[in-house]
């Protein structure tokens, strides 16, 4: 099994629908991260939590929420989705003792119709 | 703020020619930096990191980049380009004590036999 996985691995859903997508680790670590990849823009983080207590924003935030229902498992919801929303979204995990960099997940395709 | 600036967003080598994929960083003091590679249709995987140790680091894949303060830069290298190499790179940086990374806006590198 995968250190992190995601689900679903593509989704495609309509203007104005709630979606979440899922993550859950194996590694232990107690800090999750979500990113969006658009083409020519590189990894933005949306939101991060260093442990189930400790959840913050990141750079584009707006229009999404989180929640850390366990240290293994971490989600983000879009409430009202929208197609400018349609990207490649990340969830990666770093280990809280020494910072050596993020384990990825495989990725969730959305696309918002 | 913190940045990265990667140099090209498209880079074309021959098979067995050298390999450059610039970046450069914005830091008041050293950061850590990373190299992360994304081949098609999966997540990003780690190539290599600098956490203040040696300045030339070696990665996996025959990959290595060296951090050269002076030039705030932390270019990555390869001697010889293989046909695999063919892929999306991304540098990274993490400022000083925050365990978060920044990512550039990604060099995607073809490889032409």
């Known amino acids: 099994d995968a250190d992190v996985t995601q689900t679903p691995r593509n989704r495609i859903t309509k203007t104005g629908k709630r979606i979440m997508l899922e993550c859950s680790q194996t590694?232990?670590?107690?800090?999750m991260y979500w990113y969006r990849q658009d083409p020519g823009l590189g990894l933005r983080l949306i939101y991060y939590?260093?442990?189930?207590?400790?959840?913050n924003k990141g750079e584009i935030s707006d229009g999404y929420s989180v929640s850390r229902q366990a240290q293994a498992k971490f989600s983000l919801s879009l409430e009202s989705a929208i197609p400018n929303q349609t990207a490649l979204y990340f969830c990666?995990?770093?280990?809280?003792?020494?910072?050596?960099?993020?384990?990825f997940g495989s990725g969730t395709r959305l696309t918002v119709v | 703020a913190q940045s990265v600036t990667q140099l090209g967003s498209h880079v074309s080598v021959s098979e067995g020619a050298l390999v450059l994929l610039r970046c450069n960083y914005s830091?008041?003091?050293?950061?850590?930096l990373f190299w992360y590679v994304q081949y098609p249709n999966q997540g990003l995987q780690l190539l290599l990191k600098?956490?203040?140790?040696?300045?030339l680091v070696k990665g996996i894949n025959g990959f290595e980049a060296e951090f050269k303060k002076s030039e705030t830069s932390f270019h990555l290298t390869k001697p010889s380009a293989h046909m695999s190499d063919a892929a999306e790179y991304f540098c990274a940086v993490s400022p000083y004590n925050t365990d978060k990374l920044i990512f550039g806006t990604g060099t995607r590198l073809q490889v032409f036999p």
């Open positions: 990666a995990t770093s280990d809280d003792r020494t910072f050596y960099g993020y384990t």
């Open positions: 939590s260093f442990d189930v207590k400790d959840i």
């Open positions: 600098y956490t203040s140790a040696a300045t």
């Open positions: 590694k232990g670590h107690d800090r």
């Open positions: 830091s008041s003091v050293p950061p850590y």
